[in-house]
């Protein structure tokens, strides 16, 4: 006798396999997502905090940026009380290590003696999640460990 078709079983087979594949692919999908976002984040924060140095140097005049764990606001001085003349929303929420605004001074250099780190709050597989703005050079870096300070972060 000829069999035309598939049984019951084998198909029932064959759906669980293809739901269990899907749910496999779709966690890493999830999971890859979320590293790309930090990723672009911090690299974005860190080419924005790179033009903000370059236009201080260049054009001769205190730049400053301003943060919040949610955004950051960049200023054509270094008076961050007024308006910003630009806004970046965050995807993930940032932490840092200066209670102050980052200021870039004529120079194109950084005011403040100390380091400021820039890192992503939480935990996550990214490749780069920090911003390291030293004295005279910005780098980024993966954070290694839970405390977002200098010493804490690897350089990339």
């Known amino acids: 006798m000829d ?36 990723e672009s984040q911090t690299r974005t924060l860190y080419s924005d905090l790179m033009e903000l140095r370059s ?12 943060f919040s764990a949610d955004s950051y606001s960049i200023y054509s001085s270094a008076i961050t ?10 995807k993930a929420s940032i932490q840092w290590n200066n209670s ?10 950084l005011e403040t003696a100390d380091n400021s780190v820039i ?7 990214a490749s780069v999640d920090s911003v390291v703005v030293a004295m005279t050079n910005t780098k980024l870096g993966k954070l290694n460990g839970t405390e977002c300070k200098r010493e804490n972060i690897i350089s990339k």
């Open 81 to 90: 009380s007024v308006n910003p003349i630009q806004t970046t929303a965050l």
């Open 3 to 38: 069999r035309n078709g598939f049984s019951l079983v084998e198909v029932t087979v064959t759906i669980g396999l293809i739901s269990i594949m899907l749910g496999i692919v779709s966690f890493q999908f999830v999971q890859y997502s979320r590293k790309s976002a930090i």
């Open 55 to 66: 236009k201080a140097l260049f054009e001769k005049r205190s730049r400053g940026i301003k």
């Open 100 to 109: 102050t605004d980052i200021v870039f001074n004529s120079r194109g250099m």
């Open 119 to 125: 890192c992503v709050s939480e935990t996550n597989s």
